[in-house]
């Protein structure tokens, strides 16, 4: 038995009446649109009755309720005229259950305002709805959001039905009627008489209840549907957790399965649940050309909901958004400039920024977008909030996604994925909730399914079982097989031929071959090129590659809708579009072609989308697949360094590092040259950079993209990064330990200085020479260098170098000069100097320099003892750090915390977090500074009688300083050291102990370890 609710004959013919393959060229589209006109009865009683004041209250009222139930059903409020409300469906982007939808969203206006009044004391309100389907114009101009420019009688239709509604009913036209299927029993009201309308017109009344029963919703995407087979348990638990969402306590689950084993088809059961109407139903979905453009299908949702089209130009794209943001959203003007900038960034042209700002940014984004998702979760109108195949998720989304998990049980709702087993979530799929894992269907099943397709009419056993067998409980496969034999079976009847049963073929592959091999040319024609673009792919941009006219394009498009390969449905914006019924399906399609087809249509479609006139924008990531499988290398890597660029710009480094990776496997590819070495060198630019702010100058990934820049960068003439890469890669040395190496490299950057000088040679040979030195202990050097940076710096000349370096010297010369004299004994300039880097870091804003100077703030406190300063800037850091994921800044923190605990008295705790600190300090690869900790780390120690742990942690660090020559501590261990010895009742080596402290100290300068404590 099938629970279609309408043929999809009926279906397609519906989608050609949309005028779907219409020509987008032209500015004005035709279009079929359902207009919801739903006007407040007796608004004049009401004001007169209520005042004003009261008026204004419930007229807001009626107005949320009316837009809440168009949103819900993903319509548009085009208007508010006067008490009424227009709204339009399918409009941005048109899809088949419109009007379907406008019913829905009439039906629950009229119930959530029975369901009003019966709260309401005294008031009453009523609304008198009209609907009506028709064919429009749009003149869509730039920054059109709301369809101002709309013209089609249905408007006038949809007033004129209002006006015949009584009150708190709905009246639809015919046309609604037929295309909203049978979801509900229409009272017929028989031909009207409609103002302004010649003809008079048959019109359907809205019963005031929805019809019972399954199968209240047609099928989208025209796929055959069949009802559910098994999954009861899935199904009850996550009914469970909706109505738990109901009640304000939401939840997070993720199904799990393989393709095709029926994950999707769960969540339409769950979206069209009759017993769950007052849910809300988001959808989210990652797209596998997608895996690495940041917040992809959080973007995709925003461009649908603000009306973004596929060819709508950047900045047209920005301003729908921001209309968005500020009317629909109402975001202030800081709210709204995070999300244009994390959401909105202008893309590929944008300049790689490697300011780490944008990181607080996404944060604030995730804040302000989690806040928005949340704030339509209200208890009894819970939210459903679903995130598609997140095998193919980008690493943003999946914080964003994790993030909404966390949060989603204060809130009244669900948040539910889908995964395939593989993905960034294998192996930690409880971080998105409980784990449903679907399995395959048992014997029984697969033959319930397979006659439940009403394809098996007329099978035996024996064909049952072939199909059983062969599909190994898939879903998916069940229905193909029984497809397939089906179909022999027809022929067989037919042509009463040979058996052809036998030949059944093992995998999908051969299936959809099969499939495929029984259509005509043009339709395989299509399927394939289709299947080169994607699972959805864009009509016309296949219609044009495919070179055939329109109407044998239709024709075929047609055959592969009846053979249940692909079906029309909305693509992005406005483009028609069609998708593949399934991603196998897709990957079934393309194995049909040969590596030279492939190579040939990826090139063809790389083309189109590279000289496309229409001014579509270009995803790079997409493009850069399409070369690559072209064997077009050299501009696949060029696309990849152009997504990388997009990326890093808005701090997502994630992708941008594997963007990186892809191109340089591109660049690889190329012939050995000077091409290939600049591209692979434009391509490192960016690595360094990344990798350095989120993994820490001591990783060896960090230094092994120095190394290779900077060989690259030695074979040629002046290049202009030289000088940056060099003193990167001397950072890497010294944060390694490597201090020799890193002043051998730094003279490097000295000998350009000379030869030619500049201030950036000057404050990065000046800053890396006095920070070597000060780690050396040669604390008199030390005071040169950076006080030299520090004089020559100006925040308005140098600011900018920041960009190349990643440096902030002026701030980071504070820090480590502050650093010096605090060592050197004059504890108030060490002071002055870190409050001075916290102001240079507030006037530069720059994150990771104000990271430094909150450091340069609790260090030297540290130093000087005062607990008080340096527990205050520390708690600030820790906060601050770990906002914006700096590792090194987290650790350091961490320590003064814990270092603060020790010294009042709790010594526990405070030893505790100490390790926890010097623990993650070392995970980053950074050497220097892990002795400082020791020492601290001993003394605490030592104070709760640890001495075994004492002593050996100072061995350890005695060893690792000599090894490294970071003798700036060697001081400061000697007496640790003494006091551990003391502790153990060893006076006479304590003493001794005590002297190498101040010898060391002597011979450092450093005043501050030099006299007895
Ligand atoms: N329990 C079921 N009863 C009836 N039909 C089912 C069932 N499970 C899946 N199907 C059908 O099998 C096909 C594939 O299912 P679906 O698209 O949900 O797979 P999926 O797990 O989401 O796969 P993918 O990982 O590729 O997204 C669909 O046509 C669906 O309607
Ligand atoms: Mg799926």
């Given at each position: 038995m099938s629970t279609s609710t309408s043929h999809p004959s009926d279906r397609i013919g519906a989608l050609m009446a949309l005028g779907a393959a219409e020509p987008s060229e032209t500015p004005s589209q035709h279009r079929q649109l359902t207009v919801m006109f739903a006007d407040l009865v007796g608004s004049t009683a009401l004001l007169e009755e209520h005042g004003p004041e009261a008026f204004s209250d419930l007229l807001r009222i009626y107005h949320n309720l009316c837009t809440e139930a168009t949103r819900t059903q993903d319509g548009t409020v085009a208007n508010y005229l006067g008490d009424g409300v227009i709204s339009y469906f399918g409009y941005p982007r048109g899809t088949e259950d419109d009007p379907l939808r406008a019913v829905q969203a009439a039906w629950a206006i009229l119930q959530n305002l029975e369901r009003l009044n019966r709260k309401l004391?005294?008031?009453?309100?009523?609304?008198?709805?009209?609907?009506?389907?028709?064919?429009?114009?749009?003149?869509?101009?730039?920054?059109?959001?709301?369809?101002?420019?709309?013209?089609?009688?249905?408007?006038?239709?949809?007033?004129?039905?209002?006006?015949?509604?009584?009150?708190?009913?709905?009246?639809?036209?015919?046309?609604?009627?037929?295309?909203?299927?049978?979801?509900?029993?229409?009272e017929d009201l028989g031909p009207q008489n409609l103002k302004g309308f010649e003809q008079r017109e048959t019109v359907f009344r809205l019963p005031p209840r929805q019809r019972q029963g399954p199968g209240g919703f047609a099928r989208l995407r025209g796929e055959r549907r069949t009802p559910l087979v098994g999954r009861d348990r899935e199904l009850a638990l996550l009914r469970q957790m909706t109505a738990r969402a109901a009640g304000g306590s939401g939840g997070a689950a993720v199904l799990v399965g393989e393709p095709g084993i029926g994950k999707s088809r769960l969540i339409d059961v769950l979206r069209h649940d009759e017993a769950q109407e007052s849910v809300r139903y988001l959808s989210l979905q990652c797209s596998p050309a997608h895996q690495f453009s940041s917040l992809h299908p959080v973007k995709d949702y925003l461009d649908w909901v603000s009306g973004v089209n596929a060819d709508d130009p950047r900045d047209v794209r920005r301003d729908k958004l921001r209309r968005l943001f500020q009317s629909a959203w109402q975001t202030d003007e800081e709210q709204t400039a995070v999300l244009m900038d994390v959401v909105a960034s202008s893309g590929p042209e944008q300049e790689a920024n490697a300011d780490i700002g944008m990181l607080l940014k996404r944060r604030m984004a995730f804040q302000i977008l989690s806040k928005k998702v949340f704030s339509t979760a209200v208890p009894g109108h819970p939210l459903l909030l679903v995130f598609e195949d997140v095998h193919w998720i980008d690493p943003t989304s999946a914080q964003f996604l994790e993030n909404l998990v966390r949060n989603a049980a204060n809130h009244a709702c669900t948040v539910l994925s889908t995964t395939r087993p593989e993905g960034p979530f294998a192996g930690r799929l409880n971080a998105l909730g409980e784990i449903v894992p679907l399995d395959r269907l048992s014997d029984e099943q697969s033959v319930e399914l397979a006659r439940a397709t009403g394809l098996a009419a007329g099978m035996d056993d024996e064909t049952l079982n072939v199909i059983v067998e062969k599909s190994d409980g898939v879903p998916l496969f069940v229905e193909e097989y029984a497809s397939m034999l089906a179909e022999n079976l027809g022929a067989r009847e037919k042509a009463e031929g040979p058996e052809e049963r036998r030949d059944v073929p093992l995998t999908l592959g051969g299936l959809v071959q099969n499939k495929l091999d029984r259509l005509n040319p043009h339709a395989q024609k299509v399927a394939r090129i289709g299947a080169t673009v994607g699972r959805v792919f864009d009509l016309q941009l296949v219609r044009s590659l495919s070179a055939l006219g329109r109407t044998t394009f239709d024709k075929a498009l047609a055959t592969l809708e009846a053979a249940d390969i692909a079906h029309r449905g909305a693509g992005s914006g406005s483009q028609p579009a069609a998708s593949f019924k399934h991603a196998l399906v897709q990957d079934a399609v393309y194995g049909s072609l040969s590596t030279a087809e492939r190579r040939r249509l990826h090139g063809r479609v790389a083309d189109a989308m590279l000289s496309d006139k229409g001014g579509r924008r270009i995803n790079a990531e997409v493009l850069a697949e399409h070369l690559l499988a072209a064997a077009r290398n050299r501009e696949s890597a060029e696309w990849r360094l152009t997504a990388a660029m997009a990326a890093a710009g808005e701090g997502s480094a994630a992708e941008a590092l594997a963007h990186i990776t892809r191109g340089l496997a591109a660049t690889e590819l190329l012939p050995a040259g000077g091409e290939r070495d600049d591209l692979e060198l434009r391509l490192r630019a960016i690595e360094g950079p990344t990798l350095m702010v989120t993994r820490g100058p001591g990783s060896p990934a960090f230094g092994t993209a120095q190394a290779r820049a900077l060989e690259l960068l030695r074979g040629r003439d002046k290049p202009d990064n030289l000088i940056p890469v060099i003193y990167n890669t001397a950072l890497h040395d010294w944060a390694c330990g490597r201090l020799a190496e890193a002043d051998r490299v730094t003279d490097e950057i000295f000998a350009i200085l000379e030869a030619e000088p500049s201030?950036?040679?000057?404050?990065?040979?000046?800053?890396?020479?006095?920070?070597?030195?000060?780690?050396?202990?040669?604390?008199?050097?030390?005071?040169?260098?950076?006080s030299a940076t520090v004089g020559r710096y100006s925040p308005t000349l140098h600011r900018e170098f920041y960009m190349r370096f990643l440096k902030e010297f002026g701030v980071f010369g504070q820090f480590y000069l502050g650093l010096t004299h605090t060592v050197m004994g004059n504890a108030t300039a060490g002071a002055e100097h870190a409050k001075a880097a916290l102001e240079l870091a507030k006037l530069v804003r720059r994150p990771h320099a104000y990271g430094f100077a909150l450091l340069a703030n609790f260090v030297t406190a540290m130093l000087r003892d005062d607990v008080r300063t340096a527990s205050r800037y520390s708690e600030e850091s820790i906060e601050f750090a770990s906002q914006q994921g700096f590792p090194e800044f987290l650790a350091m923190s961490m320590i003064c915390q814990g270092w603060a605990k020790v010294k009042r008295g709790a010594i526990d705790t405070g030893i505790h977090q100490m390790e926890e600190g010097a623990g993650l300090w070392a995970m980053t690869g950074f050497e220097n500074w892990q002795a400082y900790f020791a020492g601290l780390l001993s003394d605490a120690y030592v104070a709760v009688g640890r001495l075994a742990d004492a002593g050996a942690l100072l061995d350890r660090h005695d060893e690792r300083v000599a090894r490294f020559g970071e003798a700036q501590f060697e001081p400061l261990l000697a007496r640790s050291r003494a006091m551990l010895l003391s502790a153990a009742g060893d006076a006479e080596g304590a003493a001794a102990s005590m002297r190498t402290a101040r010898d060391r100290a002597l011979r450092n300068k450093a005043a501050l370890w030099a006299s007895g404590r």
């Open positions: 004391a005294g008031a009453r309100l009523e609304a008198r709805i009209g609907i009506a389907t028709g064919r429009v114009i749009i003149h869509q101009k730039p920054g059109d959001h709301y369809g101002e420019n709309v013209v089609g009688a249905c408007l006038n239709k949809a007033a004129r039905l209002q006006v015949l509604a009584s009150a708190n009913t709905a009246i639809v036209c015919a046309a609604t009627r037929k295309l909203a299927g049978k979801a509900f029993d229409f201030d950036a040679a000057y404050l990065s040979a000046h800053t890396m020479r006095g920070l070597v030195a000060w780690h050396r202990g040669d604390n008199p050097a030390a005071l040169e260098h950076l």
